[in-house]
Nanobody
Framework: QVQLVESGGGLVQPGGSLRLSCAASGNILSINTMRWYRQAPGKERDLVATMPSGGSPNYASSVKGRFTIARDKNTVSLQMNSLKSEDTAVYYC??????????????WGQGTLVTVSS
């Protein structure tokens, strides 16, 4: 079993910054790709940023230049700067995991709420 635990959400004023973290634990042999998604109220879940294993990050156009994804082993973070009201959403991390029993899993975190408001 593999778990992803997210932290770092909260309330921030427009123009402010937040840093989200997501830590994976459990029956993990390796993690290929880690991603951040977000889901605003009444909208679909959208991909925000991708960090492939050993590759370069990719970002949605709406966050490019403001958000930075980083990875350290089984932890992924999302530094969010110059936040806007439209960044308000529940943020989820997702990991593509190979377990020690050589199973492939796509695991989601529980989500963390980011609210950008004055």
């Amino acid at each position: 079993q593999v778990q992803l635990v997210e932290s770092g959400g909260g309330l921030v004023q427009p123009g402010g910054s937040l840093r989200l973290s997501c830590a994976a634990s459990g029956n993990i042999l390796s993690i290929n790709t880690m991603r951040w998604y977000r889901q605003a109220p009444g909208k679909e879940r959208d991909l925000v940023a991708t960090m492939p294993s050993g590759g370069s990050p990719n970002y949605a156009s709406s966050v490019k230049g403001r958000f930075t994804i980083a990875r350290d082993k089984n932890t992924v973070s999302l530094q969010m700067n110059s936040l806007k009201s439209e960044d308000t959403a529940v943020y989820y991390c997702k990991a593509h995991v190979i377990t020690r029993t050589y199973m492939y899993l796509e695991v989601w975190g529980q989500g963390t709420l980011v609210t950008v408001s004055s």
